[in-house]
């Protein structure tokens, strides 16, 4: 079984839906958990972290359910800018970033 | 802003060779790291490092070997180039925090062995 496991989709949606990804991650001791976002032919970055008790960035709310081992990243009104790879990343201890495969959202007009 | 410099873009080499991808980092972080990143397999490590001169074994090290001599300085080195190691190699730092460690990785280099 993968560390972390996402829909590697893709997620078509029209500008201004709303939508949503899971990750599951199956290492119990995982202390942190990030989405990072990644353009085409681009290094990924620092979307979000993802808080205990749930955290919100403008369109963008990520959640974390320890006792199912899954978090969550939701966009409302989406964009087309916010057309990219979602990918969740669990912080296993030491440091270790284990990166999950990536969820790809694309946003037409 | 942290920048975290890969010395190539894109190379091409032979089966066999001996590859050195270089990084350098400039914001004086702890850790540094070495994934690839293939289409459905996503970003896998090989090696991290926490300090210098210190190493550890990522998820797929076989085939591959690290150097860090200085802080700011993570080199992967491909012993003997195969064709199964044609990929996306990205280089990341991440300051020493045990709970937010946030990674900036390297533009990437795209390897090609044939």
């Known amino acids: 079984r993968k560390e972390v496991e996402q829909d590697p989709g893709p997620f078509n949606v029209p500008e201004g839906a709303t939508v949503a990804f899971n990750c599951t991650y199956s290492n119990s001791a995982s202390q942190s958990f990030f989405w990072y976002r990644q353009d085409c032919r681009k290094e990924p970055k620092l979307l979000m972290s993802v808080y205990s008790s749930g955290n919100e960035d403008g369109r963008f709310t990520a959640q974390l359910n320890r006792a199912s081992q899954y978090i969550s990243l939701l966009i409302r009104d989406s964009k087309l800018s916010d057309s990219a790879t979602y990918l969740c990343v669990v912080n296993t201890g030491f440091q270790k970033l284990v990166f999950g495969t990536g969820t790809r959202l694309l946003v037409s007009p | 802003d942290v920048k975290v410099t890969q010395s190539s873009r894109y190379l091409v080499k032979r089966t066999g060779e001996k590859v050195f991808l270089e990084c350098v980092q400039d914001m004086d972080h702890e850790n540094m790291f070495w994934y690839r990143q293939d289409p459905g397999l996503g970003l896998r490590l090989i090696y991290f490092?926490?300090?210098?001169?210190?190493?550890e074994k990522g998820d797929i090290p076989e085939g591959y070997s690290v150097s860090r001599e200085k802080k700011e300085r993570f080199s992967l080195i491909l012993e003997s180039a195969s064709t199964n190691q044609t990929s996306m190699y990205l280089c990341?730092?991440?300051?020493?925090?045990?709970?937010?460690?946030?990674?900036?990785f390297g533009q990437g280099t795209r390897l090609t062995v044939v």
């Open positions: 490092s926490y300090d210098v001169k210190m190493k």
């Open positions: 990341a730092s991440s300051p020493l925090d045990q709970w937010l460690p946030e990674a900036f």
